[in-house]
Every structure is written in C-alpha cells, then in structure tokens.
C-alpha cells in the first residue's frame, strides 16, 4: 500500500488576472509530485461532489444556496475576496469532498493528504479570508455522522488562526481545536478554540518546533482522538507575502515530519490538507507544499512496514 493522495482537476478555478490567492497551485502540486517521483498517478484518489447534506451539518443553509447560485450580496462576497463563478463554486464544493476523502482514507490507512483544503475562516452563515465552505469542520462532522470516529482533534499550524473552526465548535467536546498561529495577523479579532498558542512575529525554525513540541505529545495523550484532522499551511515560511513567521523549507519539513511521526507513533490516524501559502514565486510556494507529502510518504512507510 501506497500514501493515499488525494487530488481533483477540478481544484483550480480560473481566477482574474493578477489575483493575490495562488489558484494555480493546486495542479502544480500535482504535477510536482509526479514529477519528483513523490508518488504515481495511480496512488491518487479522486474525490466527488459531496452531497448537500453534508454541508448542512455545518453551514447554513441560505448561505450554502447563496453561495452556490452566485446570489450572495455584494458585501458577504467582499469578505470571501474571491470573485464568484460557477467553477468556483463547483470547485468549493469538489474540495469538500476532497477533505471528507482525505478523512475516510486515513482512518482506513493511518495517514492521507489531500492537494488542497484547510478553509478554516469559514463560519456557518458566511465565508471569509479566501475560504468559503469550512472543509475542516465539514469533514469532522461527516466523519461523526457516518460513525467513523467520534473524538477528533484538529491541529491547525496555519500561520492565522483557525477562527472559522474554533467558532464551529465552541461548545462541542467531542471536536478539540488546536491552533498555533502568528498572534498579530490575521484575523484582526481572534476566536476561542480549546488550546490557542499565539506566536511572536519572526519566530524562526528551532523556537517554532521546541514551541510545537511543547504541546502536540500532550494534547494527542489528553484528548485521545479517534482521527486527527492537520492543517499544514505553509505561510509560515520566511518569503510568505502574508506570514510574519521566518520558517525555512528545513523548518517546515521538520515540522511535518514532527507532527505526522508524533500522532502515527501514538496510534492517531491523521488527514492533512495543505492550508495557506502565498509566497509570490510559484514554484518555490509549491514546492514548500510538497514538503507536507514528501514527510508523509516518509512517514507511512516508516509506520506501515
């Protein structure tokens, strides 16, 4: 058995010329992992439309129809700062999918990665910061429903704060949020998720994995969860355009190896999406992507053998 890698050509949406969010990346991961012998085209796994259902147990549901029809009012479509189409929209959906996917294959396989995902600035009524549908928070509630796991834990190292998803389940201990996340960006107003770890601006590779280490072997042994659900976002690398950390590719690829050996060591079946990343050289953005599925590839053959 192969690392389960989940992809949808789908994923990229065309986007107006010149638009700060790197639509294109999501194929690019693709064809670098390919490329650099990462994994085959028949190890990937293709995701489908969820049904509305599914999207129900998060949102509600005149956003969803809102936002799927393209009627949402001017002012709520400012806040998602994504211009609307019909492909975006399906794409939104398509990725939906893609995180329930990545879920179901790690609780079958011990660890999965999805080529996209970690929308966690979506809140039920609206979207916000790039992220329209919370797929992290979709993807617990499915996992619950379907009876595959009941205690999850999400682990978000995105470098903003995970507040869609900490709003989400607020009152919920059965889902237990975790962000560590760059305490001076955005969003501006913070949310409350079970444990939030804000960091200085500058923090840099050894202080950021000690920071990390601090907490992650704790909170696996204290929460014990069925399923654990990785944000792996990549703005905290030093030439993020939108970070304020100063991770290396080194830094980040330690910390995935970090993350992914410390929950398969315990038992903890992880899924991991790849979150945010906007350094303006594509081709280096990508490749800090690809640093999530190079440790993972490590990682579950270390665990499967």
């Not at 549901?61 to 936002?67: A, K, L, Q």
């Not at 879920?103 to 790039?130: D, I, R, V």
């Not at 030439?239 to 050996?261: P, Y």
Request: aromatic fraction near 10%; charged fraction near 20%.
């Amino acid at each position: 058995m192969n690392l389960p890698i989940i992809y949808h050509p789908n994923y990229v949406a065309a986007m107006p010329p010149g638009h700060r969010f790197p639509m294109a990346k999501f194929q690019l991961l693709y064809e670098m992992l390919l490329g650099d012998g990462v994994t085959e085209k028949s190890h990937f796994f293709i995701p489908q439309l969820p049904p509305l259902e599914w999207i129900e147990l998060v949102h509600d549901r005149d956003y969803i129809e809102g936002y799927c029809n393209g009627t949402l009012d001017p002012k709520a479509q400012r806040r998602i700062g994504l211009p609307w189409s019909e492909a975006l929209a399906n794409r939104t959906c398509i990725a939906v999918g893609g995180a329930v996917l990545t879920a179901q294959l790690a609780l079958k396989h011990g660890l999965a990665c999805n080529t996209a995902g970690g929308t966690h600035h979506a809140f039920p009524s609206y979207g916000s910061g790039f992220c329209i549908f919370n797929d992290l928070a979709i993807a617990a509630r499915v996992i619950q429903k379907l009876e595959l796991a009941q205690k999850i834990l999400i682990v978000d190292l995105d470098v903003h704060q995970g507040d869609g998803t900490a709003w989400i389940f607020k009152h919920d201990p059965t889902v237990f949020t975790f962000s560590m996340h760059c305490g001076i960006n955005f969003p501006s107003r913070k949310q409350i998720s079970d444990l939030d770890v804000p960091l200085p601006e500058g923090m840099d590779d050894d202080r950021y994995l000690q920071t990390l280490a601090q907490y992650l072997p704790e909170l696996l042994s204290q929460v014990k969860p069925d399923l654990v659900l990785y944000d792996a976002g990549v703005d905290t690398h030093i030439h993020d355009a939108l970070g304020k950390l100063a991770l290396t590719n080194t830094g980040i690829f330690r910390r995935e190896m970090q993350v992914l050996s410390t929950c398969m060591a315990g038992g903890y079946p992880v899924a991991s999406v790849i979150g945010g990343g906007y350094t303006k050289d594509m081709k280096s953005l990508v490749y800090t992507h690809s640093l999530l599925h190079r440790a993972a590839r490590d990682v579950f053959h270390q665990y499967r053998l």
